[in-house]
Nanobody
Framework: QLQLVESGGGLVQPGGSLRLSCAAS????????IGWFRQAPGKEREGVSC????????NYRASVKGRFTISRDNAKNSVYLQMNSLKPEDTGIYYC???????????????WGQGTQVTVSS
């Protein structure tokens, strides 16, 4: 019954914004490092952002720095990814994941969510 469920994906125009949510069930999400990953069609999955258990530390891949913000709300057992100034290159399926450590490497992932589609297109 340990699950991560993403929501908030959709179609947005370049320059627009979208907020993704990751809700946990079966465990307390705030105890763990959480990451966001994405996968474009035909491409390998890549780390986008991660956040420490306290929320005091965050990390982003270079291509999204200054545009994306990761945050968490312990009361809602959720983690969010606010995406601003979206570009077509941001298109892909976005996954949240429980991590064994702080970082953007796939090897850190303990559990994946099911993913939510983000499409940036005019």
């Amino acid at each position: 019954q340990l699950q991560l469920v993403e929501s908030g994906g959709g179609l947005v125009q370049p320059g627009g914004s979208l907020r993704l949510s990751c809700a946990a069930s079966g465990f307390t999400l705030s105890y763990y490092y959480i990451g966001w990953f994405r996968q474009a069609p035909g491409k390998e999955r890549e780390g986008v952002s991660c956040i420490s258990s306290s929320g005091g530390r965050t990390n982003y891949r270079a291509s999204v720095k200054g545009r994306f913000t990761i945050s968490r709300d312990n009361a809602k057992n959720s983690v969010y990814l606010q995406m601003n100034s979206l570009k077509p290159e941001d298109t892909g399926i976005y996954y949240c994941a429980k991590l064994s450590g702080y970082g953007l490497g796939l090897s850190l992932v303990d559990q994946w969510g099911q993913g939510t589609q983000v499409t940036v297109s005019s």
